[in-house]
Each structure stands twice: as C-alpha cells, then as structure tokens.
C-alpha cells in the first residue's frame, strides 16, 4: 500500500485550467483517468487525510504510485480527452462502458407511424433522422429527459407500445405527461408527427424561434389570466435552456458547420470531426486509419469527407466545412457535398476568428487520437513480438533482435556536426541507455565518415569493458588510437520526470560525461542485436566496415531510409521492402524517428550555446553571475574592453587574479564583425551608451 503523499505533487507545480489527470500503478498502468474545471483544487481533493476519504477513493490513492495530468482550453475538450482514455486504458478503479463499438447517436425514427425517440449506435439507417455523435449514452438520456415536457414524444419500444394500445393504458409517461400517448389516442398520428418535427428542428440548433415562440404564449396566458397555463410553459422554456445547456456555445452567429482535423506521420492518420449546430458542439467521432497509399493532407481530408457524407443527405451535410488543407479539386467536392445536402455547401479553411481557434481545439483531438493511438500499438506486448518476428524474417535473423541501437547523425551545413545513439529493448524505449555525441575527428559535412566515427567509438568502448571485466582472455587489438567518445549523455530533456536543471538551478553541462559512483566513465551496458542507420547504402556500408575492423561479427546492420521507407542491408544492390501496415516497419520507423529527435535536440541545443558565448566565456571561473556583474558595472564588452585591471577589480567579487584573466581573454578576443544597417548601408558601431551609425 503506497502513501500518497510519496507522490504528491507540489502545489505550484499543479496548474488550475480545465484538464484531465491519470493515477498510475507501480508498474505505470493507468487505473483511474478523471477531468476537473480546476485541475489543482481537484486533485488536492485526493491528498487529504485517508479517513476523509471514501473507501473507493481511498484505495484508488494508495494503489497508485503516480499521477500526471493534461491541461486543455474547455471542459467540452475535456470531456472527450476523458472519454478517449477511459476507453484507452480500461482503468480499473472508472466505471466500465459495456460497449464502446460505436458512438451513441441521438435517433428519431420518421420513418414510422408515431415516431420514436431514442439511443441508436452501429450503422445508419433508413427513415431515421440521428444527431450527435455523443460521447455518453447518460448524456443523450439528460437531454432528452429535459425536452420530453416540451416535446413528449413516444419514446417506447414496439412491444410496449402495442401492450399499452390493447389495453388502453398509458405507460408512466404518458400519466406524468412526458408522453403524449398516442397508443390509447390522446394524440392523433398528424399531432404526434408535428411534436417529433418540432423536436428534431429543435435539436437542429432552430432554438431561438422556438423559445421565443414559447415566451410569446407565456406571456398571453398571463395576461389572460390563466396562470397554471403560463407557469407550465415558463417551465417548459426553463426546460429548454438547460437543455441548451448541455452544449456551449463556441461559434456565436448560430453556424451550422463541420470541423475536421488530420494528424498524420508516415504511415497513419488520425481524423477528428466536430459537429456544429446552431453555434454549439453537437457531436464528435474521429478514426485512426493506416496509410496504405502515398497520401497528403489534403488527400486525407478528401477521404475523410467521403467516409463522412458518402451516405448522408440534406441536412445531415452542414452549410460549412472547415477543413486543414483543401482537396486537390475543391470545386468538385464542394459541387458534390452539394448535390448531397440539396443546396450550397462552403468548403474553406478557417483563417482567423472563432473558427480558427475551434479548429485548433479539433487538431488537439487529433493529434492526442494519434498519440494515444501509438502509445497502445506500442504497449502491447503481443504486437512488439509479432513486430520484432517480422524484422528478424525480414532480415534473415536467428532469433529476434531483443536490443535494437539506432544511429543519426545531425548537423546544420556542416557546423555543430553531432550524433545519437537510441535503446529499443524488447520493442521500448530503454531512455537510460541514450547516448550523444560530438563528431571530432574531423571538420565539415560528410554523413557516412560520421557514422563510421561514431559506431566505431561505441564498439569501441564495447570492446574496452569486456577487456576491463574480463568476460574474455584475447582482446583483437584495434589499429590506430581508441577515441574517448565525447559527450556521451543522456538526454536531460528525454527520461520523464527528470529535471532538466541541476540543483544549483544552472543548466547541465551538455558536454559532461556520465560517470559510475567510483568516477569511471559510464559502461555502453551490453551489445545490440541490430544496429539501425538513418540513411541508405552509404552510411549501412560505413557500420558494418567498421563492424569487421573490430572483428564484430554478431551484430546485424540494416539502414532505414527515409524518402519511400526501405530496408537496406550490407552488401544488397536491392532494399527490402515491408508492407506499408507491417509492425515490424512500424517498430524500425519510431526506432528511427526517436534517434533523429534525440540528435536534432542535442545539436539546436549545442548551436544555441554557441551562439550565446562570448569572449567572458574563455575566463576559467567567471560564473554567470560575475559576468552579469561585469557587464552591468561598464555597461558593455567594449568599454570592459577598454578598462584597466584596477578597474576591473573595483567589481565587487572580482579579484586581481580574476581581473587579470579577464582582460587577457578580452584582449586575446578576435574582434566582431561590423554590423551593417541593411537599409541604409552604414557601418553600426557600439559607442558607451549603445549604438551609433
């Protein structure tokens, strides 16, 4: 049983917007996902005293071991995001949903004699007007149950109804007048049509004639004095406007529109879809479908609207369509969306305004579908197997490559040229295992002399621990200098949780390298099965050279390249090619990706250190805040440039060792460029008090 205050986090650290929050295990499985207007007073509810607790929640708690949260714009995106991960994660302590097939629909069927209101999933079908989709099946429950004074519509099924009809009695609705029976006649068929239109034109958004409407009666059978009569239907309009409610309003001039947003990568994509009616969120569905052919955005959102309005007429397709990007021929499919609603359809993308910021809310959808999407396809353990059993066939391996190591080399034109080293094991990411590197045996860009370096150093090292250890009695002596590889670190940002700051609140050193407790540098831990390249033939021949020049001879190399996402091995004139649905491309892909983000950090991270350093920076111990001191005392490098050591020394906390140092390193400084107004053409010189043209 854990304390909750073991991982109680810090009240600052809490933020108090609107979002949803998981409680993980020890073994970081998700058993409990909730939402909250006010993240932070919400989960200070679960870190009070344990007897205040209810029994369940007090399990909950201390049966967690963590808990993390996710803030979003509305409590309407929370409430999706909630949904999302309930059905993501199944948690154990949240109420199960018995089915989650489909979204539940909001259906009326027309099609009938008496139409009937009521909850429908699975496929659409003739003769029934839907609205939604809605995330809760209680949702649609609650609003119906708030309209059915106003529009008491049959809402039985037909066994029920034709009971009540053969023995003239009315079910309990039809006694409290939430029904208007038509099965014993109260109502005649033309009557109880005309309620179930007004009821369907109501959840259409047509809100505000129909209220006013009501007020208008209201207001006459007051002044007639009937006032059982007007207080009936003040109640009625009070009904309606909480039903109203139930939606909030995001787009004020009562559109009716579609949203849709793509998140995409190479090989699938996630489709969210918001439904706008009378300016409220009516609905929401979204699909995560694998890219089986070569498809852009744009050819995402034609598909998208196919699947959407391939079966659907008149009103079911909105008056606008907001989409990301425009289909290759948008005139066609505006013409098309048109002859299926029956009149003009507006298909655009949204530039500004309240529409774009509601598009923006959908992309979110989308891109948290996509995320969460992966997360599940890569923490199932029977789909990392089968991943794993298809790279070993498709590169002739013995066995499963249990340990995966891929390499990236990143650089901006041939400055700051750095490399990554990434850990799959067993399908996962093993971030404790990254490594960076710095390329120093040579100056400029060339992407395959890279890898060879980097590769021959990791082995290299290989090769020294299990001569230090001695997990063998012959060490093969490698030609030439064994380089100490530079920078081999994890990455701050990488390992979750892990504070990028060191405890003194500086930045961590990106060059230092890690060390075991006793000080030695830290080991590679034990060899790879397969050693992945970020390229083609080239850099998939400079590994396995290196490979044979340390007489490493049981390690596979394969290279993934990036363009049409295909295998290369050593020595084949022919790539292999996965299916594009395969796991085991799935596996080698976010493999791949993961070492290209890891690299591409490390090198914007050294670039911008770079481009940060001056002169003071070559001065051996001149910390951060006696450089701040300096510059603040003289104003700016050039006029410290200008001072004396007695008057660098008159800085408090700068001694004449330190003042010393200081104006060697300024003198010693090359000078900086002009700097030119390129409006003008004149030279920009710094003067004591800022600058001068």
């Known amino acids: ?51 205040a607790l209810h029994p369940r929640t007090r399990t909950m708690v201390t049966t967690a071991a963590s808990v993390e949260w996710t803030v979003v714009s509305t409590e309407v995106e929370a409430l999706q995001l909630e949904y999302t991960w309930i059905k993501e994660f199944d948690p154990r302590f949240n109420v199960k949903y018995r089915d989650d097939k489909s979204y539940p629909y909001l259906a009326v069927t027309l099609g009938e004699e008496f139409p009937r209101v009521q909850v429908m999933r ?72 005309e309620l179930a239109d007004d009821f369907c034109d109501f959840m259409a958004g047509r809100t505000g004639t129909y209220i006013r409407r009501l007020e ?20 009625d309009v009070e009904a309606l406007k909480r039903a109203m409610e139930k ?12 949203l849709i947003a793509v998140a995409e990568d190479e090989l699938e994509a996630a489709v969210q879809i918001f439904h706008v009616r009378g300016g409220r969120v009516r609905g929401q569905r979204g699909w995560v479908t694998d890219k089986v052919e070569n498809v852009d955005t744009s050819g995402l959102v034609e598909h998208a609207l196919r699947q959407l309005y391939g079966e659907e007429t008149g009103d079911s397709v909105p008056k606008e369509v907001l989409v990301p990007a425009l289909p290759e021929d948008p005139d066609a499919v505006s013409q098309w969306l048109a002859g299926r609603r029956g009149s003009q359809v507006s298909l655009r993308i949204p530039q500004r305004g309240d529409k774009k910021d509601l598009m923006a809310t959908v992309q979110r959808n989308a891109q948290q579908a996509l995320g969460l999407h992966k997360t599940k396809r890569a ?124 405890s003194d609140g500086t930045a961590p050193d990106p060059d230092a390298e890690p060390r075991e407790d006793d000080g030695r540098p830290k080991r590679f831990a034990y060899p790879p099965q397969l050693v992945v390249v970020d390229g083609g033939q080239p850099q998939v021949a400079a590994a396995k050279r290196v490979l044979d020049e340390l007489g490493i001879d049981d390690i596979a190399v394969c290279g993934l390249a990036k363009r049409l996402e295909e295998v290369w091995l050593p020595e084949d004139d022919d790539p292999v090619v996965l299916p594009r649905s395969s796991e085991g491309l799935y596996l080698l892909q976010r493999v791949r990706d993961e ?92 003067d004591d008090g800022g600058t001068t043209t």
């Open 1 to 51: 049983m854990a304390d909750p205050s073991s991982y109680r986090p810090k009240p600052g650290q809490i933020p108090d917007s609107p979002g949803v929050y998981k409680f993980r295990d020890e073994h970081r499985r998700v058993i409990y996902v909730g939402k909250a207007k006010n993240l932070r007073q919400r989960l200070a509810n679960y870190f009070q005293d344990l007897a």
């Open 216 to 235: 208008k009666d209201m207001m006459a059978a007051a002044e007639e004095m009937e006032y059982e009569r007007a207080a009936r239907l003040r109640d």
């Open 122 to 193: 699975g496929a659409k079908k003739k003769g029934v007007r839907y609205f939604g989709p809605y995330g809760h099946a209680w949702a649609i429950r609650e609003t119906v149950d708030l309209m059915l004074r106003v529009f008491p519509v049959r809402t039985c099924s037909a066994g029920v109804f034709k009971n009540a009809a053969r023995t003239g009695r009315p079910c309990l609705l039809g006694y409290i007048g939430k029904c208007s029976a038509p099965c014993v006649g109260r109502v005649t068929p033309e009557e109880h049509r």
């Open 247 to 258: 939606s909030a309003v995001v787009l004020a001039d009562a559109t009716d529109a579609d």
């Open 595 to 686: 070492a290209h983000r890891f690299a591409i950090t490390y090198q914007r991270a050294k670039r911008a250190k770079r481009i940060r350093s001056g002169p003071l920076d070559a001065v051996a111990g001149l910390g951060e805040t006696r450089k701040q001191a300096l510059i603040k005392h003289f104003g700016s490098v050039k006029r410290l440039k200008q001072a004396t050591i007695d008057e660098i020394c008159e800085v408090p906390g700068i001694g004449r060792r330190t003042a010393e140092s200081v104006a060697v390193a300024l003198a010693s400084a090359a000078p900086a460029a002009p700097a030119v107004n390129t409006a003008t053409g004149e030279i920009i010189e710094e």
């Open 379 to 502: 923490s199932d353990l029977t789909t990392r197997s089968r991943a794993l059993e298809e790279i070993a066939e498709a590169l002739g391996l013995d066995t499963a490559p249990l340990r995966i190591e891929c390499f990236d080399i990143s650089h901006l034109q041939g400055d700051d040229v750095v490399a990554s080293m990434v850990v799959f094991e067993d399908g996962l990411a093993r971030k404790s295992e990254y490594r960076r590197f710095q390329i120093k045996g040579f100056e400029g860009q060339d992407d395959v002399r890279s890898m060879h370096e980097v590769i021959g150093r990791r082995f290299k090292r290989y090769l020294q621990e299990k001569e230090r250890t001695g997990e063998w009695e012959e060490t093969p002596a490698p030609t030439g200098p064994v380089p100490a590889p530079q920078n081999d670190t994890t990455d701050p940002g990488a390992a979750p949780g892990q504070d990028p700051c060191a």
